[in-house]
């Protein structure tokens, strides 16, 4: 396979340029900018259905830092609650360790 | 006559029809872009999209901002968007090359100092293998690469426009340049 150099590619670059611009000579119907008002006048109003959307960007994004702050201590609560309970709520009524072990083989857990 | 914030503020206060002087103003300026960027059968339409795209999202255009800018960037947003979605239905159509592509390939690198781009039919060679190779490419790949190496606009423009970071344009175009010097490198008869 041949290799391409930097000033062959270069050049290559410069024709393609040439033919790329040519797509900008091809026309458009007359009517084209009557029938897109047509179908813009035939829609809802912009300004509401634009004006929630706005607004609901807005909020969304200004309670994202609240959001990711609620889902850590969330997070942390549940990793304390659960984890520490179970086990330690068990242990308080089971004295003997191997009882415990006996216990947790049974429980599956 | 009216700013184009004076306008875009009457739009939005309900005269809709002010939409269309919005319009006229700026589509040959949409037109444009769009030509360049989709294939000759969906220009009216895509056309048509980013207006009504425009049309849509007017309230989020700040008045103090560059109309013009503003409209580009949703004008190139909906051409990518074209490309994404004709890629993933697979629509994009993949012509093959003929002799007389790797022809005109090789006329190009050659040494002689006139180019084959001069008749009509090598014209027309260029852009079918232009149409091939960036149909080679994905959506992000060939957007960049027509923005920042086929229009010569630098990074910062082009990131205004598809609304990626600076670094994001940089490494794509970097890397769509290779993709498509390899494919060019191909397609070179052995």
Not at chain 2, 46 to 56: N, P, V, W
Not at chain 2, 102 to 115: A, G, N, T
Not at chain 2, 168 to 174: D, E, L
Request: net charge neutral.
């Amino acid at each position: 396979m041949k290799s391409i150099n930097e000033n062959q590619f270069t050049k290559i670059i410069k024709t393609l340029t040439t033919a790329y611009y040519e797509k900008e000579k091809v026309e458009v119907g007359e009517m084209w900018q009557t029938r897109v008002m047509g179908h813009i006048l035939s829609m809802d109003p912009c300004y509401t259905k634009a004006g929630y959307f706005e607004l609901f960007q807005q909020f969304v994004w200004k309670l994202t830092p609240v959001a990711f702050v609620l889902i850590g201590l969330l997070g942390l609560a549940l990793f304390k609650m659960d984890f520490y309970s179970d086990y330690e709520f068990t242990k308080s009524f089971v004295s003997n360790s191997a009882d415990l072990v006996t216990l947790a083989m049974y429980s599956g857990s | 006559m009216f700013s184009d914030s004076e306008i875009v503020s009457q739009v939005l206060e309900g005269k809709v029809n002010s939409f269309e002087s919005l319009m006229s103003r700026y589509k040959d300026l949409v037109l444009k872009i769009v030509k360049k960027h989709v294939p000759y059968s969906e220009v009216e339409e895509m056309a048509q999209e980013a207006f009504i795209r425009a049309f849509q999202s007017l309230s989020g255009f700040k008045n103090s901002g560059d109309f013009k800018q503003w409209l580009s960037s949703i004008t190139v947003r909906t051409c990518y968007d074209y490309w994404r979605k004709a890629y993933r239905n697979k629509e994009v159509s993949m012509s093959e090359l003929t002799e007389k592509h790797q022809k005109w390939l090789e006329e190009v690198i050659s040494d002689q100092p006139e180019m084959p781009s001069s008749s009509v039919d090598a014209q027309k060679e260029a852009t079918e293998l232009l149409d091939w190779a960036l149909g080679k490419l994905s959506a992000e790949d060939r957007l960049v690469l027509e923005l920042i190496y086929l229009e010569g606009l630098s990074g910062k423009e082009a990131s205004d426009l598809l609304g990626w970071s600076i670094a994001n344009v940089k490494v794509r175009a970097f890397r769509s340049r290779n993709k498509l010097r390899k494919l060019l490198k191909g397609t070179i008869k052995r």
